[in-house]
């Protein structure tokens, strides 16, 4: 059957905001695997209508985002907003330097807009994740410099002030990293918003592995602003998912509550299909993906949240297998597993029940998918050399 079971590597999985996104660089100057996006929405544009692009990227809704940015620009194509709102999209689906350059064209528009040097801020700091280190401190200096420029302009910038933030408490000394200074930030967006504030107190505490100073910070992100679903479910994550003693019954209660604010969001669904993987209730499992499916038919990512926690446990490998061929029929959500990532994971079960062919198929399909996925390459070669 090959090597021992192991669970594969979950490259996009943060214990706060879920999936954010392989990092496939040797440089971690800014974020370490695309902290930023942490909160890449984040109040950076004006606040959102109900139908508002905003609103939709704040519920997961990247496609249809780009679908709304798409129509705005084909109207006008020197909407500075529309090409920030791009900004964001293209990078929701690793397409960095689209970000960069849709950021750009936003500045150019509107260089007086403090929203939009932030995002170009965010995605200068995103790609310096991404590359090798002599361009990564030329990224760096950039994404500083659009700092300056946003919070010149707005010192209460919440998206820039978070991107500040993270940058302070991850980079070296020497890159302009200062841990003390980044908590002096996170203070001044709780003042900026009390929310965000516990929220950036969480991801500092989450870094830290302080997990009482975690957990208190989320549960006064939920006090503090009841209705935020983004906190609700970061709770809830953390209980399910990523606190050394799982709290499942409290998970669970928490991400029900996430998917009655708003069940059109696939975070609440995907935290509960894991419970259920997990706890080996196949009958709630198999209902919660129908439900997720009905109510948020763009993202299956509960599927494959689903078969990696099934896989992780070394349990019922036909259903995870099932869920991954559910997953990999669909159309990628931004900020979710790729399908390079599905072959990938597919690929591993089927080692692990003895298929090699269909493994290596799967790995072949993975690197077809995306030549730069270094996980699938490795196994590729150990498998043909086993």
Request: some cysteine.
């Amino acid at each position: 059957m090959g090597q021992a079971l192991r669970p594969p590597i979950n490259s996009r999985f943060n214990p706060v905001t879920g999936y954010n996104g392989y990092q496939v660089g040797p440089v971690q100057l800014c974020t370490a695997a695309g902290l930023v996006s942490l909160y890449a929405f984040a109040a950076s544009l004006p606040a959102p209508s109900a139908d508002s692009v905003g609103a939709l990227i704040e519920s997961g809704h990247w496609k249809r985002a780009r679908q709304a940015v798409d129509v705005s620009l084909k109207a006008n194509p020197n909407d500075a907003q529309a090409h920030a709102w791009l900004s964001k999209i293209d990078s929701s689906f690793g397409d960095l330097s689209g970000a960069i350059d849709e950021a750009e064209r936003a500045v150019a528009l509107n260089p007086n807009s403090a929203a939009f040097h932030g995002q170009l801020a965010e995605a200068y700091a995103l790609m310096a994740d991404r590359c090798t280190l002599v361009k990564g401190v030329l990224y760096a200096r950039r994404m500083k410099k659009e700092i300056a420029a946003a919070l010149a302009i707005d010192s209460n910038q919440l998206a820039t002030l978070l991107v500040q933030m993270m940058y302070e408490w991850k980079a070296p000394t020497l890159a302009g990293g200062d841990r003390n200074h980044a908590r002096e930030v996170a203070r001044h967006i709780g003042h900026v918003s009390p929310l965000w504030g516990y929220l950036a107190q969480a991801r500092l505490a989450e870094d830290e592995g302080n997990e009482g100073a975690l957990e208190t910070a989320l549960r006064k992100a939920v006090e503090v602003d009841p209705s935020s679903y983004r906190a609700r479910v970061a709770l809830a994550r953390f209980y399910c998912c990523t606190a050394r003693q799982k709290r499942f019954a409290d998970a669970e209660r928490i991400a029900r509550e996430a998917t009655a604010l708003d069940p059109s969001s696939a975070g609440g669904w995907e935290i509960l299909a894991r419970i259920y993987a997990n706890q080996r209730r196949g009958s709630d499992l198999t209902d919660v993906l129908t439900r997720a499916e009905s109510a948020a038919p763009d993202d299956l990512t509960p599927y494959y949240a689903a078969a990696n926690v099934l896989f992780e446990t070394g349990q019922d490998f036909p259903h995870a297998e099932e869920y991954l061929h559910r997953y990999l029929r669909g159309s990628v959500e931004g900020r979710a597993p790729s399908l390079a990532e599905a072959s990938w994971l597919l690929a591993e079960l089927f080692e692990h029940e003895g298929r090699k062919t269909d493994a290596l198929h799967e790995l072949q399909v993975a690197i077809h998918l995306d030549p730069a996925f270094e996980p699938a390459r490795r196994d590729l070669y150990r498998l043909r050399h086993s």
